[in-house]
């Protein structure tokens, strides 16, 4: 395998301690999925496991928990109700009161769907969760019916939008990707957030720092890529990087992935599912990058 460049400013994950067992890397509680949509949250889950998190669990409406838990055997799934329309009511908070309370980091959004007992469910967590949280999907587009969206998080929380959840954010439905980079900063520092502005170059930004990511290709415009991105900064998370290191290492590694995956694969043969496959792949020449650097 060729050896890549690392570029300057890319965060350090450490070598793992030989002495380190699965809880040093953390628990993962990701929150999603609705009828339906059973594969974005499943992706996710994957995706953190193969990130490195130490323990993964998967919070999903009971009615899919059967379908969500043989996509992968080495998460747990947790059932909570299902409400009418097939989606978490408001009173799933109290079931999932538990395992929030053993998360380390939390990830709400992929496939959730939307209900009024989801808008209050998912504020009432990212308001209150005291711990690093990822937001992404149905999640932003929930946080955006906030009635004052310009709130300040008081814990850390990554926000994962594409264009088309950016722009609910703001509420400007017309925002160009050009001037959606342009309001990124000022967005991440006024709600004192890590701000993942996903597209063909993404960028990531707390408010001071930022970063323009030089990995990715076409190969990942296909649906569920995003939920895989979810899911490895939520392993970053885990492994206790700080929310904008996480996000920073998660972006560089999904599109590192992308770019081992379509040499071997093609562009428009790219899935969601495969690309987890290389994940792997890409951890490997970042970690070998990292070594040959430090030694
Ligand atoms: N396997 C599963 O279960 C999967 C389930 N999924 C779940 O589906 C739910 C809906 O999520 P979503 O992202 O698909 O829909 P939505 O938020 O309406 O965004 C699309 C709108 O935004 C616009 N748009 C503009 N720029 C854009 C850009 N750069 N990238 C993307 N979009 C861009 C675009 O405009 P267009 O270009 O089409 O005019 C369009 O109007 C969510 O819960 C998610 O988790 C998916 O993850 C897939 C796999
Ligand atoms: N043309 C492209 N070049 C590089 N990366 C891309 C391209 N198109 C999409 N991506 C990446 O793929 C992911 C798509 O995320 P998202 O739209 O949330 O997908 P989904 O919700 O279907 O999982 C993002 O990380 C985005 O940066
Ligand atoms: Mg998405």
């Not at 007992?117 to 969760?129: E, I, Y």
């Amino acid at each position: 395998m060729s050896r890549i460049a690392l570029p300057a400013g890319l965060p350090v994950l450490p070598p793992r301690d030989p002495h380190s067992h699965k809880g040093t890397f953390g628990r993962a509680l990701l929150v999603g999925g609705s009828v339906g949509m059973p594969g974005s949250i499943s992706l996710s889950g994957r995706a953190c496991l193969k990130g490195g998190a130490g323990l993964v669990t998967l919070a999903v409406p009971d009615a899919i928990i059967n379908t969500v838990a043989t996509f992968d055997a080495a998460y747990m799934t947790w059932p909570l109700p299902t409400d009418r329309s097939g989606h978490l009511p408001l009173h799933a908070k109290a079931k999932l009161s538990a395992k929030l309370e053993q998360a380390d980091c939390l990830a709400v959004g992929p496939g959730l769907g939307q209900s009024r007992g989801l808008f209050f469910l998912v504020n009432d967590l990212a308001s209150n969760f005291p711990r690093p949280m990822v937001i992404d999907a149905d999640g932003l587009n929930l946080i955006a019916q906030r009635p004052d969206m310009t709130q300040p998080f008081t814990a850390p929380r990554v926000l994962t939008p594409h264009l088309g959840e950016f722009r609910r954010l703001v509420g400007k439905p017309q925002l160009t990707m050009e001037e959606a980079t342009g309001s990124a900063i000022e967005f991440a520092d006024k709600l004192q957030c890590v701000l993942v502005l996903k597209g063909s170059q993404t960028l990531v930004t707390d408010g001071t720092q930022q970063w323009n990511n030089p990995t990715g290709n076409p190969g990942l415009a296909t649906g569920g890529s995003g939920d895989v991105l979810t899911g490895l900064i939520t392993a970053m998370l885990a492994q206790q990087l700080n929310v904008y290191d996480a996000a920073v290492l998660a972006v560089f590694l999904h599109g590192l992935a992308a770019d081992i995956a379509v040499k071997q694969t093609s562009q428009p043969g790219l899935t969601a599912s495969d690309l987890l496959d290389f994940l792997e792949d890409a951890l490997c020449e970042y970690a070998e990058a990292r070594d040959a650097k430090s030694s």
